[in-house]
């Protein structure tokens, strides 16, 4: 499983949501997460359905799109014969999905943000279609959609934020809300951060080989899962092949006589063997599909550390402007010229200034240098305070990220033992079926 | 076959033993038998045509064939019939390579045991090599055209495909090499020929003498005048061409799924090799994840090596089998048509008889009745024989296909072990992980 909304470690108060949403704002302190308790909606949360729609875009054209079910109720114990209560639901389509995302990589650059399901199909294997409106598709989408809302919602930071809580409790209006809080000003801050070539002079080590790790890690997933739709593919044209055999076993059991039953349940059991394999392999698909979020999750921690990388240039920038500011200033005082400036000597060419002129000079550089001094400061914290989240947070993630991938390696090995007890029973009963009709 | 009262028939084939009745016995009194002998419903022919009992001819042969037919009653009861109707008991076994400047070979130690009469020495150990089989093969079937002749294993092997001296080839010919010796010295007739005698005893098979004793029969069949046109062949050779027709084309069409098949799993498997690596990659990368992935790569490649074998097992043991039969087929349908061929003669020559009888009441001249009597015995042969092929081809089909399906049972028998020894070892992990979470 994925993730577990209704884990017993993680419980919350649904009444929080007023402080939380002033913590919202504050984008960059995030006091109120606890040490071993995360904030949390005390609420089931399913993605039960999903369903077509038409209607007019933005460019005012027809067009075709789908549209989930979210479905939502307070987790509170069923009374003994009681029903559970009628959810509260609403629908919302894959790009409002994206819209929520994206507020809230905005929102909170210091955390890893699960990532949606793919928008579009991608490392194919021949038979499954690529189609967005393919019901299997479809399906697999509304599963990693309702994974998303719930690793959202067992977050300890993300979980207490009321657009998220928005998102899931008000259909109409959420757009607005949502645009209200103009996130949409720090969009462009985050693609600064994620495509500028800026060097930092000190990397923080630990954020260097996270990301390097993440690399890595996205390099060797986008591998695997090319490989597995290779072998998959494979697989099917060795299953499908087999079932040819079917056809020839029940001709040629129509020429013989003792033969004939052995040999035609040894075609029929080809025949089933063959179909077998469109059911192995939409399972697996399960298995790509949890492959898939991790390799989506390297980018959030891909952009993590960019967002690092922004943050501690921003103070190298603002150390190395006021250095040099103090540096103008104690030249200025003492009248010495370390460093050439055309300023100083211009200056020196073109008269001595007054006392006047330099005293005002003199405050006004000192000025400078109290707000580059605050702006080190504010800079300092910023970057410790976003070291002290975002690591926070990685660990987490860490944790998870081993906890997540261990238990879908064995749902895998599980998947592969059912496959062979599987064929073997076909195999087997067609040992035992031919054996005392030839 | 309505044909003149025939008078004196001529024994077929060498004199045996009183295993073959002389048909002029049978003639004198008429059989009461059925058709099915002890409930086993295939004792009749293939097609169930009812066999015409009115001629005393008929009547021999059928004797004959009720005769093998217990024969082969006690063969199909008993792999190996119980030793009281068999006094010739052979073995191929200990496969022993020769290295000369010339060539390499493989030769086989032949074990004969034996109370013939025909035999000088209860026992015999001779080495022989596969050319000698072919050799033994080839004389039978010339000198024994009227009957069905076991097949061997296949001749050649594409020399950069298979290795001829690997342990798996060697084995599986030794097989085949033994289960062709057992099947022609379990043969009531072909178990005499001479040439099966000098291949099992003789301390060097001097091939180029050219044991020349033919049968009676053999020299008769060899001799078969062509140009004559066959009438009306009997229903039951029919449905045999029939039969061996349809039979063969659907073993060509196994053997090309097969094939087909081959190449598949082999693309497939080489998927899978590269699938295993990315596993080790990853698992380089990782630390809680290490052991794991490691576990996932390795249980990957186990499963490559059980494909592996899969895919030798059918190229070695299904395929050659097959295309045996493919080739034995080839080889009977020769037989068919020599037996049309010496119908096709007797026809002729008894209609030229007649008409000169009705012209100048000439009696029945020899050379018809001596036609007349291959083509009985040739009937009657082949009936026998065809017989004792379908009973040995149920017997290698049924061995060929739960013989497969067996390896591919364990093959994922082998499979499923490694995975589940890996759950054990990742769940193991995740409890010993758990417990030290509590402490």
């Keep these: ?438 | 076959m309505s044909v003149g009262a025939p008078r004196g028939l001529a024994s077929s084939g060498q004199k045996p033993i009183a295993e073959i009745l002389h048909p002029l016995s049978a003639a004198e009194e008429p059989l009461s038998v059925t058709v099915n002998v002890g409930g086993d419903k295939e004792a009749g022919l293939t097609n169930g045509t009812p066999v015409d009992t009115s001629s005393p001819a008929s009547a021999s042969s059928l004797f004959n064939r009720l005769q093998l037919d217990d024969d082969l009653e006690a063969d199909v009861r008993d792999l190996y019939a119980s030793t009281e109707t068999r006094d010739l008991f052979v073995t191929v076994d200990d496969p022993k390579k020769h290295v000369s400047t010339m060539e390499t070979y493989i030769t086989y130690r032949v074990s004969t045991k034996t109370t013939r009469i025909e035999f000088d020495l209860p026992e015999y150990c001779v080495r022989r090599r596969y050319q000698d089989f072919d050799w033994l093969r080839t004389k039978l079937e010339d000198s024994q055209p009227t009957h069905l002749i076991p097949p061997l294993p296949e001749k050649f092997v594409m020399k950069g495909v298979v290795d001829r001296f690997s342990e798996e080839f060697v084995e599986t010919r030794m097989k085949a090499l033994d289960k062709f010796l057992k099947r022609v010295a379990d043969h009531p007739v072909l178990s005499f020929n001479p040439h099966l005698n000098a291949f099992l005893s003789a301390k060097d098979l001097n091939k180029r003498q050219g044991l020349a004793l033919l049968t009676k029969v053999g020299e008769s069949v060899k001799h078969v005048a062509g140009g004559y046109k066959l009438r009306a062949r009997p229903a039951e050779f029919c449905a045999m061409g029939e039969y061996l027709d349809t039979f063969t084309q659907k073993l060509g069409t196994i053997d090309r799924i097969a094939q087909r098949i081959l190449k598949e799993q082999s693309e497939y498997l080489t998927e899978l090799r590269e699938y295993g690596t990315v596993y080790s990659n990853w698992a380089a990368s990782e630390d809680e994840l290490q052991r794991p992935l490691e576990g996932v790569a390795g249980c990957v490649t186990t499963c490559c090596g059980a494909l592996d074998e899969q895919s030798e097992n059918m190229s070695q043991d299904f395929l050659p089998v097959l295309r045996e039969y493919i080739l034995y087929i080839e080889s009977m349908k020769n037989v068919l048509r020599k037996r049309d061929q010496t119908q096709a003669e007797y026809e002729g020559r008894l209609e030229a008889a007649i008409l000169r009888k009705q012209e100048d009441r000439t009696p029945m001249p020899v050379e018809v009745e001596k036609c007349q009597d291959k083509v009985e015995c040739f009937n009657a042969d082949l009936k026998a024989d065809w017989e004792r092929w379908q009973s040995n081809k149920r017997q290698d089909f049924k061995q060929l296909l739960t013989g497969m399906a067996d390896k591919n049972i364990n093959h994922y028998e082998k499979c499923q072990a490694a995975w589940e020894s890996l759950i054990t070892l990742l769940q193991d992990k995740q409890t010993e992980d758990k417990t030290s979470e509590t402490n």
């Design chain 1, 1 to 438: 499983m994925m993730a577990d909304s209704a884990s017993t470690e993680e419980v919350a108060v649904i009444g929080n949501t007023d402080i939380t949403s002033a913590e919202s704002e504050n984008n960059i302190i995030n006091t109120m997460v606890e040490r071993g308790t995360a904030l949390l909606r005390k609420m089931e949360i399913n993605v039960a359905e999903a369903e077509k729609r038409t209607g007019k875009n933005t460019v005012n054209m027809q067009e075709t799109y789908t549209v989930y079910l979210i479905e939502t109720r307070p987790a509170e114990s069923v009374p003994e014969g009681g029903t559970p209560a009628t959810p509260d639901t609403l629908w919302r389509r894959y790009s409002e999905f994206e819209l929520l995302r994206m507020y809230l990589l905005v929102t909170y650059p210091y955390i890893i943000v699960p990532p949606l399901p793919e928008k579009r199909a991608e490392f194919v294997w021949h038979k499954l279609s690529a189609d967005n409106l393919d019901p299997d598709f479809v399906e697999r989408r509304r599963v990693g959609l309702e994974n998303f809302l719930l690793r959202v919602a067992s977050h300890p930071v993300l979980s207490n934020d009321k657009i998220f809580f928005l998102f899931l409790t008000e259909e109409k209006g959420w757009r607005e809300e949502v645009l209200d809080t103009g996130f949409q000003d720090k969009v462009d801050s985050r693609l600064k951060s994620l495509s500028a070539m800026f060097r930092v002079k000190n990397p923080d080590k630990r954020f260097t080989a996270l990301k390097q790790y993440s690399d890595e890690l996205n390099t060797v997933i986008s591998q695997l899962l090319r490989v597995r739709a290779r072998v998959a593919d494979r697989l099917y044209g060795v299953y499908k092949v087999h079932g040819n055999y079917g056809r020839v076993f029940s001709e040629w059991s129509a020429i013989e006589k003792e033969m004939g039953d052995g040999l035609q349940s040894a075609g029929h059991h080809m025949d089933t063997y063959a179909a077998s394999i469109d059911d192995i392999l939409e399972e697996e698909e399960h298995y790509a599909d949890q492959l898939k979020e991790y390799l989506f999750y390297t980018d959030a921690v891909r952009s993590v550390c960019r967002k690092h990388e922004l943050i501690q240039y921003e103070l190298e920038m603002a150390v190395q402007d006021l250095a040099h500011k103090k540096q103008q200033k104690e030249e200025l005082a003492t009248g010495t010229v370390r460093v050439f400036s055309l300023k100083g000597m211009t200056s020196k060419l073109f008269g001595q200034e007054s006392q006047e002129q330099r005293e005002s000079r003199l405050a006004a550089l000192d000025q400078s240098i109290q707000e580059g001094e605050e702006t080190v400061m504010e800079k300092n914290t910023e970057c410790k305070e976003f070291v002290r989240t975002a690591w926070e947070d990685i660990e987490r993630f860490k944790e998870q990220k081993d906890k997540d991938l261990r238990e879908a390696l064995i749902s895998y090995a599980i998947m592969q033992i059912s496959m062979c007890k599987k064929t073997k029973g076909e195999d087997g009963s067609a040992a035992t079926r031919t054996e005392p009709s030839i």
